[in-house]
């Protein structure tokens, strides 16, 4: 999952939840508060995707017993040095 995308989805669904969530009650304070938990579950879960991500590629590279194959800042096509 890209940054870019992220971004996108969530501030979509920011403001799919703020504006139903005025709709739904009319009070624009009730709306602010649900957007405020929506973009705080939305960072938890992209954290929790971003841990797990490092921690799958981390334990393969070890099952492998490649002792240093995991190069963090490696881009494909990209490596100078």
Known sequence: ????????????TTIIVAVWTYMATGSFW???GWTIAVLVVLQVGYFALVIRLIYSR???????????????????GGHRG
């Open 1 to 12: 999952m890209y940054l870019g995308q992220f971004l996108v989805g969530m501030s979509a």
């Open 30 to 32: 009730k709306a602010l």
């Open 58 to 76: 981390a334990r393969k590279a070890a099952d492998q017993g490649e002792a240093n194959a995991v190069r963090p800042l490696h881009r494909d």
